[in-house]
Antibody, heavy 120, light 108 residues
Framework: EVQLVESGGALVQPGGSLRLSCAAS????????INWVRQAPGKGLEWVAK????????DYVDSVRGRFTISRDNAKNSLSLQMNSLRAEDTAVYYC?????????????WGQGTLVTVSS | EIVMTQSPATLSVSPGERATLSCRAS??????LAWYQQKPGQAPRLLIY???TRATGVPARFTGSGSGTEFTLTISSLQSEDFAVYYC??????????FGGGTKVEIK
């Protein structure tokens, strides 16, 4: 069974930092691009970042580029999102999501999410 | 960036009735569109990809159609478990991958 389990969400002050993690199991982790997708309270879904199978290629939505860094540890089947210079508008549930393939880039499995709250 | 627009924002439907949800893209997508269902407090669940292919385990009452810039998700006979928010997502031109704003299907 494919599982993605996020952790690390917390209350953090504006300007602070936080690191999210996603533990993957039930599939060959090195065969898939993995993503972070977020959802602000009561709002819709927003793709945040993606990383390729080897961890050599990453990309971000403009609003987080330069502040967030996605990485993966294929030996541990894990994904991370380092979030710096956090803003109130980064408050959201952050989901780890697997992309089906690089050419058919929809999300076939999602984690349960972890809540990040940026507030003083 | 491709902008995805869903309508209506809220759809009130009685159990057993048909629901028709629309998704419009600002550029042509070919068939590179997915639909997701999200229930309160849960992660999104993939329903449809390639505009019309049901994901594993999705009931046949869910039908995706359309191409180009206009897409539709039809739920033929609403069951109690279908009341949820539905999102479309394009994957034709990215980054960024973009979602529609969602349609909430509520009980009439």
């Amino acid at each position: 069974e494919v599982q993605l389990v996020e952790s690390g969400g917390a209350l953090v002050q504006p300007g602070g930092s936080l690191r999210l993690s996603c533990a993957a199991s039930g599939f060959t982790f090195t065969h898939y691009w993995i993503n972070w997708v977020r959802q602000a309270p009561g709002k819709g879904l927003e793709w945040v970042a993606k990383i390729n199978e080897a961890g050599s290629e990453a990309d971000y939505v403009d609003s987080v580029r330069g502040r967030f860094t996605i990485s993966r540890d294929n030996a541990k089947n894990s994904l991370s999102l380092q979030m710096n210079s956090l803003r109130a508008e980064d408050t959201a549930v952050y989901y780890c999501a697997r992309a089906a393939t690089v050419s058919t880039y929809y999300f076939d499995y999602w984690g349960q999410g972890t809540l990040v709250t940026v507030s003083s | 960036e491709i902008v995805m627009t869903q309508s209506p924002a809220t759809l009130s439907v009685s159990p057993g009735e048909r629901a028709t949800l629309s998704c419009r893209a600002s550029q042509r997508l070919n068939f590179n569109l997915a639909w997701y269902q999200q229930k309160p407090g849960q992660a999104p669940r993939l329903l449809i990809y390639g505009a019309s292919t049901r994901a594993t385990g999705v009931p046949a009452r869910f039908t995706g159609s359309g191409s180009g810039t206009e897409f539709t998700l039809t739920i033929s006979s609403l069951q109690s478990e279908d009341f949820a928010v539905y999102y479309c997502q394009q994957y034709n031109i990215w980054p960024p991958l973009t979602f529609g704003g969602g349609t909430k299907v509520e009980i009439k």
